[in-house]
């Protein structure tokens, strides 16, 4: 028995499943996960001491690869002043005038612990300035664990949500409107029939959590164009998409102004770290200075604003990162085009700088609904096959890649061939 397995089984009596965030369970793939000991750039390493290339980066907040020296050192330098305070710090000011700089779009920030609360306290925030209490969202987009998110879609555009998870009530579902994604005239209809009744609109503008889905022309602008309509608050949900499809986000690469941004990972260096923020006057209703309540402990914490101004400065300095980000996306989906081609296989890969799904299906994907016909069984043997080569991916179809500047050509080369031949395994 590996020492992978070894954790798991301890795991599993004293964590319910034995993770502590459900997709670690390896249970869309089948077998044990691995259980993390350390990583370096563009290595992951296993308690059992094998080395895995790293597509998959914390999920997205390591941009530069692990282990990053300046973000290491902003760490080390900081600890020496203690942990944490629970009073304002110099470092939340530098860090609220940083994002405010690379993203024009918010004007205020509010620093807090985890992308979950930022979308649910930007909810609060929309639902407080506007007096209304409905939201739209999209199906397949994730936005958290806060109650109101965790919706599915009904049998059409236009049907309310049901709740998607025990512990949700019916009350709180009524007031989820969900929609398809890239389906603009439904969520119109659901403004129509919900006359100034609906606060804000929420999505991920490149979606990340049903793989990596990218908007199909027209479909944010035609957003921002129905909620200067109908009043409604647009939140774009940038704790993927924040700082790793641009400096600005996936709004500066789209040329859209939401209202309301979230944001997280990439902003906290690895560290526990999220944030909302935009248009003054919205966030201006935040406590103290206006009547919509959030609070938080370790808010704007001075070892993740510390790692998260190193990590976010060399991001500002250093514009040629996210050429090479690009550059290194397109080579590892023109290898993975290829070896598709070469197993006859008709698969879809969606794609935009540094993210990117391969997905099992021959359909287009830009929808949930399209993306739930792959084969999933075949994903699994192919994620298996990628692991005994070395190759560490999500453990589900339906989680977008994340990738680093840590990857050489060398490296994207053997990711390549592992591909290849992992496809013609799994066939």
């Known amino acids: 028995m590996t020492t992978s397995e070894q954790l798991f089984e301890k795991a599993k009596t004293l964590i319910p499943g034995g993770v502590n965030s459900p997709v670690r369970a390896f249970r869309a793939v ?3 996960p691995l259980f993390i000991k350390s990583a370096k750039g563009p290595y992951l390493y296993d308690e059992d001491g094998r080395q895995y290339i790293e597509l998959i980066n914390s999920w997205g907040p390591m941009i530069l690869g692990h282990a990053f020296e300046p973000v290491e050192k902003a760490v080390r330098d900081a600890i020496q002043y203690s942990f944490s305070f629970g009073a304002p710090t110099r470092k939340e000011v530098e860090m609220a005038e940083l994002i405010t700089t690379m993203v024009p779009s918010v004007e205020k920030v509010r620093m807090v612990n985890s992308g979950t609360e930022a979308t649910m306290a930007a909810i609060r925030v929309a639902r407080g300035f506007t007096g209304r209490e409905k939201m739209i969202k999209f199906e397949g987009c994730y936005h958290g664990h806060g109650d109101s998110f965790l919706i599915a879609a009904g049998s059409g555009a ?34 129509d029939n919900n006359h100034n009744q609906v606060a804000a609109i929420i999505l991920e503008p490149v979606v990340g959590n049903m793989g990596c889905v990218l908007p199909e022309p027209g479909f944010l602008e035609g957003l921002r164009t129905l909620c200067d309509k109908h009043s409604v608050i647009l939140i774009f949900d940038e704790v993927m998409t924040g700082f790793r499809l641009a400096k600005g986000g996936a709004q500066e690469r789209y ?20 944030a909302y923020g935009g248009r003054a006057d919205i966030m201006n209703m935040v406590a103290p200075a206006g009547p919509v309540y959030q609070a938080g402990t370790l808010s704007g914490n001075p070892i993740a604003m510390s790692a998260g101004l190193a990590m976010l400065h060399h991001l500002n300095d250093h514009p040629e990162v996210y050429t090479r980000l690009d550059e290194i996306g397109k080579k590892l989906t023109d290898g993975f085009r290829a070896g598709l081609r070469k197993a006859g296989l008709p698969y879809t890969i969606n794609h935009i700088g540094s993210m990117f799904t391969q997905f099992m299906t021959e359909r287009t994907v ?8 792959c084969d ?17 991916l999500a453990p589900s179809q339906f989680e977008s890649l994340f990738l680093s500047v840590a990857l050489t050509d060398e490296l994207v ?9 992992s496809l013609l395994e799994a066939i």
């Open 30 to 32: 089948g077998g044990t």
């Open 158 to 191: 236009m049907t309310m949500g049901i709740p998607d998870s025990p512990g949700v009530t019916r009350a709180t579902a009524a007031d989820t409107l969900t929609a398809p994604y890239n389906d603009l005239a439904a969520v119109e209809v659901l403004l």
């Open 255 to 274: 040329g859209i102004t939401p209202d309301l941004t979230t944001l997280g990972k990439i902003i906290g260096g690895g560290m526990p770290v999220g």
């Open 366 to 373: 830009t929808n949930f609904t399209e993306a739930k016909s």
């Open 376 to 392: 999933l069984p075949m994903f699994g043997r192919y994620f298996h096959g990628m692991l005994k080569r070395g190759v560490y």
């Open 413 to 421: 080369a053997q990711v390549i061939q592992a591909n290849e031949e």
